[in-house]
């Protein structure tokens, strides 16, 4: 798996001339500072550089402020600048590589390719798209406001994707990887040239039609053998529709007689209600032994006088009788249908039988010429519908594979082991944070809304489990690049002072391997997180004047690339 890694942020107002600069360590980095210090301010500019939307304070947004973060993915450094709806993308040497103005269209697709985040989530307005790159950050980022009471709801504008959240988990949790998207967007190419192909199938058909129609017309075909090989077509396909017909008829012949069975019965039942059961022995008797299917030809014991026997009350004999009214209407469904085909193939046998009569007319000179013209045009169409015919059937058989392929990708045996994951390491982490009112049935389910199942308290350290077992649970099946997991104010609802505990020493134990850390905390409670810490102490400042020189005149050249370079 790959890794993302922010190394640094900074953040520039030309507006109130203030700046900050904050370097992160590769494992783990504490910003610390009491509420309303800039710490969660901070934290969103990340993401906001990216592209993503989260929710700043209305101060820190008034300022104006630009934000050029540098990050790395497998030892290759990168820097993305964000001013306004304008991006950026610099190498590892500050030369730019490209410039946006769109999240969407442009940003979002760029950094999938440069981040392996290539799924494709149907979107409410614009069928499906690689999504834009708050969902990439999505479950690694809980925020200070709403992650505490809503699970994958950090930044705004996810209504965009329809059922965000399900498709999300999907992703993430490895159940369809890039793998699954990448085959389904083939799968689609092939389904619309299949589609493509049938459409204009139809139509070539349909024109071969009207040139047969009209070449019969005036006489046949210039090339004597043609006209014979055409004569030996129409009458094989006559013999076809003969042999048809035939069919149609056996299978008339046979539900008809089906017909007059269940009318029998249901006679002999109506006979029954009103004679209160007389001759009953008698009638069950001459019924046949054997009723055979018109449709396959299989017969079947005739369970009418057994059934019969049952129905010996009136009101057995009712419902009896209900259900052989039933069972004749189907009789008389398929019946109908049958004469229609039935009439479909004679139609279609008289059509044959009358070009083959002008076929054996006598022949003309001028209907040969006239006709010589009209059957270069039909030898075209002729060869463009075996084209098209051999278009259908490999796309088919490619559709075929790809569907195989796609269906390998959610099958039992893997999903199974990604949800029995999930459970049992959800499981443990509950435990781990003294949530015992949530039952292992209530989460079966890897699309469990745990917020829903907790309240007060409890809730916040419910969805610690929770986003952690995810950390976990991408580290293991992912198939995009791993980013920085960061947490905003773990400390909710007031705790009591043993489970603020129990939360800080969650948090330093349970860090995935090889994984980044950047916690934001007005309080460590006495937790050792042995890590960089960077200390915010001024409250509604956290953009510094002594930092500002510094900091323009290491991003001004970029701004200016920004938006002067094309």
């Known amino acids: 798996m790959r890794n993302l890694f922010i190394s640094e942020i900074l953040l520039l107002s030309q507006k109130e001339k203030r700046a900050k600069r904050v370097r992160f360590d590769r494992k783990r980095t504490l910003i610390h500072g009491k509420n309303h210090t800039g710490k969660s301010s901070l934290i969103k500019s990340i993401y906001w550089a990216f592209g993503a939307e989260p929710l700043f304070a209305p101060k820190f947004k008034d300022a104006n402020v630009s934000s050029l973060v540098k990050f790395e993915v497998d030892d290759v450094n990168y820097q993305i600048l964000r001013d306004g709806k304008q991006f950026a993308i610099f190498d590892s040497k500050g030369e730019i590589i490209n410039n946006f103005t769109s999240v969407t269209k442009e940003l979002g697709p760029f950094l999938g390719k440069l981040l392996d985040f290539t799924p494709l989530f149907q979107s409410i307005k614009s069928g499906f798209i690689i999504p834009p790159p708050a969902f990439l950050f999505l479950p690694y980022y809980v925020d200070q406001d709403i992650s505490w009471t809503k699970s994958w709801s950090s930044f705004s504008s996810l209504q965009q994707i329809k059922e965000y959240r399900n498709q999300s988990i999907y992703y993430h949790s490895g159940i369809r990887p890039n793998e699954y998207y990448a085959t389904k967007q083939e799968l689609q190419d092939y389904l619309l040239i299949f589609e493509e192909a049938e459409k204009e199938q139809k139509i070539t058909n349909k024109i071969l039609l009207d040139i047969n129609e009209k070449l019969t017309q005036t006489s046949f075909n210039i090339d004597i053998d043609a006209f014979k090989e055409e004569i030996e077509e129409l009458l094989t396909e006559a013999k076809s529709l003969k042999q048809k017909e035939e069919r149609h008829k056996s299978s008339l012949y046979d539900l008809h007689h089906l017909k007059t069975t269940f009318e029998l019965q249901i006679e002999i039942v109506k006979h029954a209600i009103l004679e209160s059961n007389k001759d009953l022995k008698f009638t069950t008797e001459n019924l046949p032994d054997v009723v055979g299917c018109p449709t396959c030809g299989a017969e079947y014991e005739n369970s009418f006088a057994e059934r019969f026997e049952i129905a010996k009350d009136e009101r057995k004999s009712k419902d009896l009788l209900l259900d052989l009214n039933r069972d004749l209407k189907e009789i008389q469904i398929k019946i109908e249908k049958e004469n229609s085909s039935l009439s479909n193939t004679i139609d279609e046998f008289i059509r044959i039988n009358k ?73 443990s982490f509950l435990r781990k944070l003294d949530v015992h009112s949530i039952n292992e049935d209530e989460y079966k389910s890897i699309v469990t809304v745990i917020e829903n199942k907790e309240t007060g308290s409890s809730r916040p350290r419910a969805l610690i489990a929770y986003y952690f077992t995810f950390f976990h649970l991408m580290k293991k099946f992912s198939s995009t690049v791993y980013c920085p997991l960061i947490l905003d104010s773990p400390n909710q609802q007031d705790q009591d002072i043993e489970h603020i505990d129990k939360i800080m020493q969650f948090i330093n134990d349970n860090q995935p391997d090889n994984s980044q850390m950047i916690l934001g905390l007005a309080e460590t409670y006495g937790v050792d997180f042995n890590c960089k810490e960077v200390f915010l102490t001024e409250k509604y400042s956290l953009l510094q004047k002594d930092e500002y020189d510094e900091v323009y005149s290491e991003m001004s050249l970029k701004l200016e690339q920004l938006w002067f370079s094309k």
């Open 355 to 427: 070009i083959l009569e002008q076929k054996k007319g006598d022949v003309q000179l001028k209907d040969v010429i006239d006709n010589s013209g009209k059957n270069q045009i039909k030898s075209l169409f002729k060869e463009r519908k075996e084209d098209l015919k051999e278009t259908i059937i490999r796309n088919a058989i490619e559709i075929e594979k790809l569907e195989k392929k796609l269906k390998s990708f959610e099958k039992k045996e893997r999903k199974d082991a990604i949800v029995n994951f999930f459970r049992s390491t959800l499981t």
